[in-house]
């Protein structure tokens, strides 16, 4: 696996996996959707990353918030209510004995076509629901020893072209800022928004701390991240000062820490940005910190 947020062992256990299609469960090497559905013609969906902890998956509830406004914003409605959403969560996860380590996809889409065109109206079944747990965890050499990031040309734009609010399937400027990334020598891409400011990463949220405060975009041209919110909060409950707000790549060459969030590996340090070294090049004190307030967060959240 490539160095980047998402790097993960492999494991044996996720070969014999059950995956829920619709609410069946297939044997991994058996789960199929249609060739006609939505989310493979067109990306016409949104999905979930989700994290369980002690059998619970964490901050279900902003996720599900999450994915039931993307719905909501694409137009299709979802034949699945909340509760029971969440029961085949779980479900799947007691089939499979999941109750550690776990990282769940959840994807919905608009559901299968009766021929490959955009018109919502040529969808002829509800939405494709697909939820595949894997047993997957963050390396501890990311978690301890950073990533390395590179500004690229792609940008997150207006929401009137694609809103970045939307957690949706079409994810091609991500990719396209991904590739620019890997082909500088990089780990993951630093993207600004249509204004020249730092907006995110392409798969995480980007901050950085200026003499104690922890800064990070205004969120004006990102995601609505859950782990951005709850690291938030957790600078508030323990008085370090944070801010949305923008500010340039200067700011961010100038930058005593800077770190990423995201749901999978939590809070990882950055070491570098453009062949900038960050600090001293190793993990600093406040993001060591906000990695154990985190886990405790985690914690508190997935009580039994």
Known sequence: MINSTHAHGSDERNQDILISVNGELFPRAEARISVFDSGFVLGDGVWEGLRV??????FLDRHLDRLYAG??????EMNVGREELEARLYETLRANG??????????????VKSTPYQDPRATITPPTIVIIPEYKESL?????????LFTVHVRRGYPDVQDQKLN???KLNCIMACIQATKAGADEALMLDP???VATCNSTHFFIVVKGEVWTSSGDYCLGGITRGVVLEICRSRSITCCERNFSLTDVYAADEIFV???FAGVVPVVEVDGRQVGDGLRGSLVLSLQQHYLERIQEECAA
């Open 53 to 58: 902890h002690n059998g619970r998956i964490a």
């Open 71 to 76: 719905t909501k914003t694409l137009d299709f």
């Open 98 to 111: 999941m109750e550690e380590g776990v990282h769940i996809r959840l994807m919905v889409t608009r559901g």
């Open 140 to 148: 501890p050499d990311v978690i301890e020893q950073g990533i390395r």
């Open 168 to 170: 949706s399937h079409s």
């Open 195 to 197: 204004h020249g400011f």
């Open 261 to 263: 969030t995201g749901t």
